[in-house]
T-cell receptor, first 114, second 111 residues
Framework: DTAVSQTPKYLVTQMGNDKSIKCEQN?????MYWYKQDSKKFLKIMFS???????INETVPNRFSPKSPDKAHLNLHINSLELGDSAVYFC?????????????FGSGTRLTVV | GQQLNQSPQSMFIQEGEDVSMNCTSS?????WLWYKQEPGEGPVLLIA?????ELTSNGRLTAQFGITRKDSFLNISASIPSDVGIYFC???????????FGTGTRLKVLA
């Protein structure tokens, strides 16, 4: 069983479309995250949820909306996709809000906007 | 904002060689992590450091928490082809709930 699983692995879509990426963790962790990795491989946090509650919301366009139906799931919905949204999006989880032992990452979703 | 600079940016080495890389910042960190990312995968945690001066090993990997708390170092001994990947440091400051990731060191090992 994969600890943190994301779907889809690859997503190619046209500008202006709306798309969602799903994430599920089976580790029993309380906190989940979305990270964006750009073409230079730089990793930047976007959002963090603890037990369904938003705790970190970085400066991200409001076209990006995370949703956590329960503490094991954190989905990312993106409206009106733009070329600059092309990146790899990683979901991650940690046991609690203060991630002293780091995160467990999923294998990523490569989003390509054409 | 805070930034973690990793050096070198990339390195090509021969199998069997030792590797050293570092991560520096102008800010003080309470926790340092080292991750490895392979192509098509997410980063995987290698080593965690919690105290200034701490030296921790994981097999052929050894990492150190710098005395100034503004830097960290990772060494890989006797490199093998499967060490190929991007190595990231990540730092956590007091009172925050998020790690800042470094710019990454890309390692290629020539057999």
């Amino acid at each position: 069983d994969t600890a943190v699983s994301q779907t889809p692995k690859y997503l190619v879509t046209q500008m202006g479309n709306d798309k969602s990426i799903k994430c599920e963790q089976n580790l029993g962790h309380d906190t989940m995250y979305w990270y964006k990795q750009d073409s230079k491989k730089f990793l930047k946090i976007m959002f963090s949820y603890n037990n369904k509650e938003l705790i970190i919301n970085e400066t991200v366009p409001n076209r990006f909306s995370p949703k956590s139906p329960d503490k094991a799931h954190l989905n990312l919905h993106i409206n009106s996709l733009e070329l600059g949204d092309s990146a790899v999006y990683f979901c991650a989880s940690s046991p609690d809000t203060l991630p002293a032992h780091g995160y467990t990452f999923g294998s990523g979703t490569r989003l390509t906007v054409v | 904002g805070q930034q973690l600079n990793q050096s070198p940016q990339s390195m090509f080495i021969q199998e069997g060689e030792d590797v050293s890389m570092n991560c520096t910042s102008s800010s003080i960190f309470n926790t340092w992590l080292w991750y490895k990312q392979e192509p098509g995968e997410g980063p995987v945690l290698l080593i965690a450091l919690y105290k200034a001066g701490e030296l921790t090993s994981n097999g052929r990997l050894t990492a150190q928490f710098g005395i100034t708390r503004k830097d960290s170092f990772l060494n890989i001994s006797a490199s093998i082809p499967s060490d190929v990947g991007i190595y990231f440091c990540a730092g956590l400051t007091s009172g925050t709930y998020k790690y800042i990731f470094g710019t990454g060191t890309r390692l290629k090992v020539l057999a």
